[in-house]
């Protein structure tokens, strides 16, 4: 199929914030698709990792900022680990889920931000995720009432699912935390 790409399309100053925000040189990558080959998610996603990097290096930001692949992206690093050219694409996906939140593009998936807050907010609270409460209100959150509780009593009896959360990280995390508000706040000034 024939493609035509417009100047009008192309966003060369987008590609650079995705640069500085993961670090990376997109134009280091050859396309030799071996992070896609790896992927646990690639068959489930609009456009496979390396297609990505491809439309970074085209300048074509927008196109990237509007699939289902980045906040699909689990963040699993296999693609990193397996790239030649040290290209962190787990690192390249953040920083397109970064410049998406700003420019504020919404997710064709639409309950992965909310899980992602869901989840933040209870580490933030407990120090580590409490998966009864993760489940009950992002069940309610999507109105997906009954997803998954089949699994509930077999978890429990492995112990993999707590009735009551564990505070034992909730020193580190309030660290943790803190610091993200300082760079945030910093970066405000
Ligand atoms: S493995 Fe690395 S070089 Fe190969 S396509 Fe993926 S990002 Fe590009
Ligand atoms: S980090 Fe994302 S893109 Fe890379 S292999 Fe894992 S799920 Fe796929």
Known sequence: MKHVIEQKH????EVQTVEELSGEDVKNCYQCGKCTAGCPI???MDVPPNQVIRLLQLGLVDEALKLNTIWLCASCE??????????????????LRNLAIREGIRSPE????????????IVKRYGRVFEMELIGRFN????????????APKLFFKGRLKMWPNFSGRKTANSVFKDLERVKDSKKK
């Open 42 to 44: 690639a068959a489930d």
């Open 140 to 151: 309610t959150g999507t109105f997906n009432f009954f997803k998954d509780v089949t699994k």
């Open 110 to 121: 639409r309950t992965v931000p909310f899980f992602n807050r869901v989840f933040l907010s």
């Open 78 to 95: 296999t693609c990193t680990t397996r790239c030649p050219r040290e290209v962190d694409m787990a690192a390249v996906m953040d920083a």
């Open 10 to 13: 192309l966003r060369p100053d």
